[in-house]
């Protein structure tokens, strides 16, 4: 699977699992994905970003490929600055999560368009969210969110977070699907779009027939794409459900250098069989 490293193309989830808890990337990781992209492989990353947040990694991890983004709705090139690929929400997702907040008003919240982030109710947890992903937000009612809508973030104390869950599973809701992507955050997307979903696509793109994929991730919204890998890893700090669709579960946390043991496994593999 891996004798050749330029067929290999490596698409990891950022925070937990590239980034650490400083969301600043690690030297040894850094120089390890030099390594790997010296002996021809491919390095980029699958986020639950916007296309705005997601700006400043191309240049800081010398990224060359397109991203997947919004958690899957969306591939972004940002060489042309171009999306390749959107899946937005069913219009009457609108609707839906109007109501979702207007029966939990201590939620925050956030639309993710293709153009702008939109908060739609400020909490702390939203605030702490808006600094994670280094946006300047536009604010306003959620009726008067425009253009196209690729997913809604709810963020909250963990300690909410199971009421939440229990109301959003006591009510049907069509069109879309509900993920947890963090221990504080709570998402809409597309029914059936995932970061795995995502990950079909990227394979149809151009060049990238007969790559090897090896998704990497910690948590729940990553699982869609560990499973639809060729070769799927997670950090040691990853969270059970998605260490439970793993191909390889690493000695490392993503505080102590995970992706270079990573891609030195993948090297050293293909050393041994050339």
């Given at each position: 699977m891996f004798e050749n490293p330029a067929k290999v193309c490596i698409i990891t989830d950022l925070d937990g699992t590239f980034l650490p808890k400083s969301k600043v990337p690690l030297p040894q990781d850094?120089?390890?994905?030099?390594?790997?992209?010296?002996?021809?492989g491919?390095?980029?990353?699958?986020?639950?970003?916007t296309v705005q947040a997601s700006r400043r990694?191309?240049?800081e991890l010398g990224l060359k490929r397109p991203i997947i983004t919004f958690n899957g709705a969306a591939i972004w090139e940002p060489i042309g600055d171009q999306l390749l690929y959107t899946h937005p929400l069913p219009a009457h997702a609108k609707e839906m999560a109007r109501k979702i907040l207007a029966d939990n008003p201590h939620v925050g919240s956030e639309v993710l368009c293709t153009d702008e982030t939109w908060v739609v109710s400020n909490t702390e947890t939203e605030q702490e969210h808006i600094r994670i992903c280094g946006v300047t937000p536009k604010f306003c009612k959620i009726e008067e969110v425009p253009g196209t809508w690729l997913k809604v973030l709810f963020a909250m104390h963990t300690n909410d977070m199971p009421d939440f869950i229990r109301y959003i599973e006591a009510h049907h809701y069509e069109g879309v699907d509900f993920v947890r992507s963090e221990k504080r955050f709570y998402e809409i997307l597309p029914a059936g779009v995932s970061k795995g979903s995502a990950l079909q696509a990227y394979r149809k793109l151009p060049g990238m027939e007969g790559f090897t994929f090896v998704a990497v991730g910690d948590y729940d919204n990553d699982i869609e794409m560990l499973r639809a890998a060729d070769f799927a890893v997670c950090p040691q700090n990853a969270a059970p459900s998605a260490k439970a669709a793993a191909d390889l579960v690493l000695e490392r946390t993503c505080e102590e250098g995970a992706m270079e043991e990573?891609?030195?496994r993948i090297l050293a593999h293909a050393e041994r069989r050339a």
């Open positions: 850094l120089a390890a994905v030099r390594r790997f992209e010296a002996a021809g491919l390095f980029t990353i699958a986020t639950g970003r990694y191309p240049e990573l891609i030195d």
